[in-house]
């Protein structure tokens, strides 16, 4: 029976692919600190990481305070 393993760590492609914006806009949003727009990343090795549960937190904060906004 194969084990089935639970991602932990978003790369900069499977944010890019959650946000639904290409990596290049993701990483102008990196090089201007925009951090509204996306969380703060770290680097794993030479690539830039996230969470799964911080980036996932960041998302529902965002939808939380959308909701918040529109009155619901």
Do not use: T
Request: aromatic share 12%.
């Amino acid at each position: 029976m194969a084990k089935k393993i639970e991602k932990k760590i978003y790369f900069l492609r499977d944010v890019a692919a959650l946000l639904e914006i290409s990596e290049n806009a993701l990483r102008v949003m990196l090089c201007r600190r925009n951090w509204n727009a996306v969380p703060p990343p770290f680097k794993l090795g030479h690539k830039l990481a996230w969470r799964v549960q911080d980036f996932d937190e960041f998302l529902e904060g965002k939808a939380e305070a959308a909701m918040k906004e529109a009155g619901f």
